[in-house]
């Protein structure tokens, strides 16, 4: 299969991929950044470091073949955008020196060939997509950034802390969720609603650590105080450590947000209060 840049059209970069078990000819487009924009950021900087893109790149096997090194230089700006990262993240080369010194032919980073797969697998997801009729005015554009959005690895910020508690413990998940607010918030990277604590919060407490899990529903209720839904947690995680006082406290709080909450109704009635 290859991947052809075609043409570039105002805003937008457009590509072809064509090849191995795919028929038709599509159309790849996605870098949401203006080309300008990627001339003046990210061409001049590059020519300054002494260094230019080849003029014909030695080490081709899934971009089309004959892409010449100016045009290049379009999915790699692309590739750095939408993960997140810099060059050196798929090529071998030490960061803060020259580009010349790097070696972009080579394979030895293990990034660069998941790049390759990726690029492969969007073609056939583009193979799938050209089997519908879009319902909006034209096809959604899939390319990197649709899944990336940022980030290298993308994953769901509930995914995330519960595999850095799996593998590190509470509290590293928690410092995690700090630092990818203080870095993330407001971008598409990661979604901060109330269910990424939650989640994390009752994967606590299947792993029978009730007070770990309070500790994550505490730290929701700060992050979201007018949710009924947030309160009823922190109460569950309250009855499953044998704190009762608590439990109700905080499912009356609960019904103050959320008047139909059954669950705290219900709990409530089992903890002894009338309604
Ligand atoms: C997400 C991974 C990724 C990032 C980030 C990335 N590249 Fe690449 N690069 C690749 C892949 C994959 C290829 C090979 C494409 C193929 O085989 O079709 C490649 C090929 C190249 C080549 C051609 C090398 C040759 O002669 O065969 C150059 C030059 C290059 N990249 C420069 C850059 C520069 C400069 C940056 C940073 C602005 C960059 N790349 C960022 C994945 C990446
Ligand atoms: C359909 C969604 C999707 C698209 C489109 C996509 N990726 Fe990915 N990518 C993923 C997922 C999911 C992972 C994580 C896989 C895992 O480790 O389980 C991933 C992982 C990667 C990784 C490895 C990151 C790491 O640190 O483990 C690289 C590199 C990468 N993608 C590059 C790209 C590039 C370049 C493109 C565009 C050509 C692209 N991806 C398009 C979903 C996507």
């Known amino acids: 299969m290859a991947i052809k840049v075609t043409h570039f059209s105002?805003?937008?970069?457009?590509?072809?991929?064509?090849?191995?078990?795919?028929?038709?000819?599509?159309?790849?487009?996605?870098?949401?950044?203006?080309?300008?924009?990627?001339?003046?950021l990210l061409n001049l900087p590059l020519h300054a470091?002494?260094?230019?893109w080849p003029e014909k790149p030695e080490?081709?096997?899934?971009?089309?073949?004959?892409?010449?090194?100016a045009r290049l230089g379009f999915p790699m700006r692309g590739f750095t955008r939408a993960?997140?990262?810099?060059?050196?993240?798929?090529?071998?080369?030490?960061?803060?020196?020259?580009?010349s010194t790097y070696d972009f032919p080579s394979d030895e980073n293990p990034n660069k060939e998941r790049a390759r797969e990726m690029l492969r697998m969007l073609g056939s997801i583009n193979d799938h997509l050209n089997k519908i009729e879009p319902s909006g005015d034209q096809r959604v554009n899939m390319w990197c950034h649709t899944c990336h959005r940022g980030v290298a690895r993308p994953i769901t910020l509930s995914a995330q802390l519960k595999e850095t508690y799996r593998t590190e413990g509470l509290d590293a998940s928690l410092t995690q969720y700090s630092e990818l607010k203080e870095k993330y918030y407001?971008?598409?990277?990661?979604?901060?609603?109330?269910?990424?604590?939650?989640?994390?919060?009752?994967?606590?407490?299947?792993k029978e650590n009730p007070e770990g899990a309070v500790k994550v529903f505490k730290l929701n209720s700060k992050e979201y105080p007018e949710s009924g839904n947030v309160w009823d947690s922190l109460a569950d995680g309250y009855m499953q450590a044998g704190d009762k006082k608590n439990a109700k406290k905080y499912y009356r709080k609960?019904?103050?947000?959320?008047p139909n909450n059954q669950n705290a109704k219900d709990m409530l009635k089992k903890l002894g209060e009338k309604e």
């Open 59 to 69: 080490n081709i096997q899934v971009l089309s073949k004959d892409i010449t090194g």
């Open 49 to 52: 470091q002494g260094w230019e």
């Open 186 to 206: 407001g971008k598409g990277a990661y979604q901060f609603g109330e269910g990424a604590l939650n989640e994390l919060g009752y994967e606590v407490l299947k």
């Open 83 to 99: 993960l997140g990262v810099r060059c050196t993240y798929c090529h071998v080369g030490e960061e803060g020196k020259p580009l």
């Open 254 to 258: 609960s019904l103050k947000f959320s």
């Open 10 to 40: 105002g805003l937008f970069y457009s590509g072809r991929v064509e090849g191995a078990g795919i028929n038709t000819v599509e159309k790849i487009i996605g870098f949401l950044a203006s080309v300008f924009m990627a001339l003046l």
